[in-house]
């Protein structure tokens, strides 16, 4: 949920950050700063122990992981100008998760040849959004849909917190 917060605090310091070519590498790059997040993604059981097994840390994930909450964001970014709308969203959807997890792949590979010398990934991986979502010609409402998405993630965040809650007090009334 750090993560979540994180792009939450973002878009209230500066809106402009909404835009999906600025937002979704900095949500892999913040899903790599936090381990449990990272763990999750690449199944690395040895970090995550038991964890790992349970039902609700694939859940949280897919809440509030980078691929889930880009989907959520997509019809905000069509509604506002940041996305195309001449593209069926599942498909714009299933290449934004691609592209996700195709960056984040490659960030936590240790091959030597998977991390080139000389560019900036993440300019690359910002590049490779605007190829993939940019509107030609558009104008993006930044403000409303700054607001819009950071009203989403409040939402996600709260109600993994719920959930988390009730979870936690009906484990708490089971025990004698």
Known sequence: ???????????????????PHRM????????????FVRAVQTADLDTLGLLG????????????????????LLPIWRRHGFARTDWPVAE?????????AGFYS????????????????GAVFASSVHAVLDAPGVTPDVEPAAAEARELLIGHRNAVVESLSLAHHASRSLKP
Request: net charge negative.
């Open 1 to 19: 949920m750090a993560a979540t917060d994180e792009y939450i605090d973002a878009l209230a310091e500066n809106p402009g950050v909404v835009g």
């Open 106 to 121: 490659l960030a936590v590979n240790t091959d030597a040849v998977l991390h080139p010398d000389g560019f900036d990934t």
């Open 53 to 72: 097994q349970h039902e609700k840390t694939r859940a949280l994930l897919g809440v509030l992981g980078p691929g889930r909450m880009s989907a959520a």
């Open 24 to 35: 979704l590498p900095a949500m892999v790059e913040s899903g790599l700063r936090h381990a």
């Open 92 to 100: 714009q959807e299933y290449v934004i998760r691609a592209v996700n």
